[in-house]
């Protein structure tokens, strides 16, 4: 029996990693001389992984099946199959889950199971498996890394900051009172009240040009006096 007891540290929120941990593909892309077959009507699907003990290259074909609760973002994994030659058969059991990391914005991801051997090839195998399980844990961490890096800010993110005139110039040093998006009034009783207000700001006697002239009609028909 080969024991699997991981932790591994992921500097990916938990919800992403566990995106990635929970599809077969992504999984066994982090995972050198793994292959994905097809998939079954039960869910099951073929997978293929080549492993070397020492000299020794080994093929082994499994049936797989995955079984997830969401939610919890925990799984388990069970596989079964053999070598390619038939010599050496093996079945395997592992839960796995996703938890939040130390740090903020980090992950832990807990895997515990065991592998069961049995067959010709079932001694050596056992005999090295050390070694290939924490080198195996290494690769596969650094790819899952990898896969789990968070993705470039969204755009949609930039687009709700304030765009334009508006952003540019603080509210604040708009006058009180006045709205900024509203035209300014251009009729006569605004000119009239624009030309008495100088005047008693001046204090001096009115200007040289003359308010505007009048039709029946009330509005403006100039700006300037006769001479």
Do not use: Y
């Not at 992504?26 to 070397?52: M, N, Q, Y």
């Amino acid at each position: 029996m080969i024991p699997i007891k991981e932790e591994i540290t992921v500097p990916s929120p938990p919800p992403r990693v566990w995106e990635v941990i929970s599809d077969p593909s992504a999984v066994v892309s982090c995972i050198g001389g793994a292959e994905l077959g097809p998939s079954h009507d039960d869910g099951s699907f073929d997978g293929t992984l080549a492993v070397r003990f020492g000299g020794l290259r080994v093929r082994f074909a499994a049936r797989v099946a995955l079984d997830l609760e969401e939610p919890a973002r925990e799984g388990r994994l069970t596989a079964r199959g053999a070598d390619g030659q038939g010599a050496t058969r093996f079945s395997a059991g592992a839960t796995f889950r996703v938890t939040e990391g130390d740090t903020p914005g980090a992950s832990r991801v807990f895997c515990d199971g065991e592998i069961k051997l049995n067959g010709k090839l079932a001694k050596l195998i056992e005999s090295g498996a050390g070694m290939v399980v924490s080198r195996m844990t290494a690769e596969f961490t650094d790819e899952l890394v990898k896969a789990c890096a968070a993705p470039s800010q969204p755009v949609a993110a930039a687009a709700a900051e304030p765009i334009g005139p508006a952003a540019a110039e603080p509210h604040a040093a708009v006058p009180a009172g006045i709205r900024t998006a509203a035209p300014r009034p251009r009729g006569l009783l605004a000119r009239l009240r624009a030309w008495w207000a100088g005047r008693r700001r001046r204090g001096g006697p009115a200007p040289q040009t003359a308010p505007p002239s009048m039709n029946t009609s009330g509005e403006a028909l100039g700006q300037g006096s006769p001479r």
